[in-house]
């Protein structure tokens, strides 16, 4: 989805923290190389991708909690020197010139206060001390809290209509009534695929309106729209998607009815003309639904003769052999085992991946998100991964799985990375499950 259509829901998943987000420390391999000073990106700049974060909230996180400015990534390879308390550049001896100047001041306070205890007990502490009392009429009051989100029905006294077949942009006919405020979510049609569990990453299309105003809201079958991407029941976006699909089977269509405390609560949605109290329509469509360990299969063609060959290993990692003798190759080299018939993966697309990676000098596996039962997340051609990534997996369809060899240039350079060595090409096996808004 472009940034001239906005995606519903909250800030992505960051970060991560889970499978959720992109830390550092996730990435195939570990964190990119570099000489630069640490790079700290705030997630209220991180979450809000997907677009529809309620204003003045705190983004938020995987697990319905809500964070503060914590960095959300942090990649350096350079640590600073030590300083001492008051900034010199190595540690002084003992306690520093600093912590002999805050001893000096303790010293100070402690006594001024047992000064003025005395002075307030010498006639036996009976004076009136509520001057120190802070005015309570003067206090600020605490700022309201939002409604709770009600619990979820399946229907309610009066429902728009909807035609259209899934997979397509629906109609909606909104009723003349007012909305009596239920949160419904009606199964217009069932599918047959995997059903929706709490952390199924799950990818939606959608049709919405303002049920007040009867204006559209931006689809994802318009123009430049593409299907939001998230991982359910972790309060990741708006109750209306991330609560509506859970227990929900994929291929399915849903009208779900929408009351502001299960979409933006109280303070509505200006950017969208969305008013405080407005209710919201939306039609869903369950494209897909991934369980975090989830992997492919199919029909495998074997890669060439001077690819290393792979075999597969179920929810384990693949293990893969390498071709002995052979050259490291100079330029990216990538071979399908498996033909997936989604979509092409475009750039700037969230792709979620299963992934081994191993040396191909010997094979040994260095990496793999299947040791770790969660699918990696990242956007493609946005640099938070090796440059080998961003290139072989764009134009690669959703469903695929795909040998990449990398070289070193395009993977760790000249200094590696763990027990990634200076200067080694590199294979991986990734399984692109799904792709879309995140």
Do not use: C
């Not at 697309?349 to 260095?366: C, H, N, P, R, S």
């Amino acid at each position: 989805m472009t940034e001239k259509t906005p995606s519903p829901g909250g800030a992505g998943t960051a970060a991560n923290d889970s499978a959720a987000g992109d830390p550092a420390a996730s990435r195939p391999g570990g964190p990119l190389p570099g000489d630069g000073e640490s790079i700290v990106v705030p997630p209220s700049i991180l979450k809000q991708q997907a677009g529809w974060a309620r204003p003045g909230e705190a983004p938020r996180v995987q697990g319905g909690t809500k964070t503060d400015e914590a960095p959300q990534i942090f990649a350096s390879t350079v640590r600073r020197a030590d300083t001492s308390e008051a900034g010199y550049d190595e540690n002084p001896p003992g306690v520093g010139r600093l912590g002999v100047i805050l001893g000096t001041v303790l010293a100070v306070l402690l006594a001024g206060s047992a000064v003025t205890l005395y002075l307030v007990n010498k006639d036996g502490g009976d004076k009136d001390t509520t001057a120190a009392k802070p005015d309570a009429a003067k206090t600020a009051p605490p700022t309201p809290s939002a409604d709770p989100v009600p619990p979820i029905k399946d229907s309610a006294k009066v429902l728009p209509t909807v035609t259209g077949d899934f997979g397509k942009k629906a109609e909606i006919q909104v009723p003349g009534e007012a909305a009596d405020g239920s949160f419904v979510v009606k199964v217009l049609s069932e599918g047959s695929g995997a059903k929706v569990e709490k952390n199924s990453w799950t990818s939606v299309d959608y049709t919405a309106k303002d049920w007040n105003t009867g204006k559209d809201i931006p689809s994802s079958y318009d123009a430049n729209g593409k299907p939001q991407i998230f991982q359910a029941g972790t309060d990741a976006l708006i109750p209306a998607l991330d609560q509506a699909v859970v227990g929900k089977k994929a291929g399915s269509r849903l009208l779900v009815v929408a009351p502001p405390a299960a979409a933006f609560g109280p303070q509505g949605k200006a950017d969208m003309s969305i008013g405080a109290k407005d209710n919201l329509i939306f039609v869903i469509d369950i494209r897909n639904a991934n369980a975090p360990d989830a992997v492919l299969s199919g029909t495998v063609t074997p890669p060439p003769a001077d690819f290393p060959q792979v075999k597969d290993n179920g929810k384990k990692p693949a293990e893969i052999t390498p071709v002995a003798g052979a050259k490291d190759p100079t330029e990216l080299k990538s071979h399908v085992l498996i033909k997936g018939t989604g979509p092409k993966v475009e750039k700037g697309e969230k792709v979620v991946v299963q992934y081994t990676g191993a040396l191909f000098k010997d094979g040994k596996v260095f990496d793999s998100s299947l040791s770790k039962g969660q699918a990696f997340t990242f956007p493609v051609g946005g640099g938070q991964v090796i440059p080998g990534w961003d290139q072989g997996l764009e134009g690669q369809t959703v469903g695929s799985r795909v040998e990449l060899v990398i070289p070193a240039a395009l993977g760790y350079g000249d200094k590696g990375q763990g027990d990634i060595p200076p200067g080694a090409t590199l294979v991986f096996v990734v399984d692109i499950l799904d792709a879309g808004q995140g």
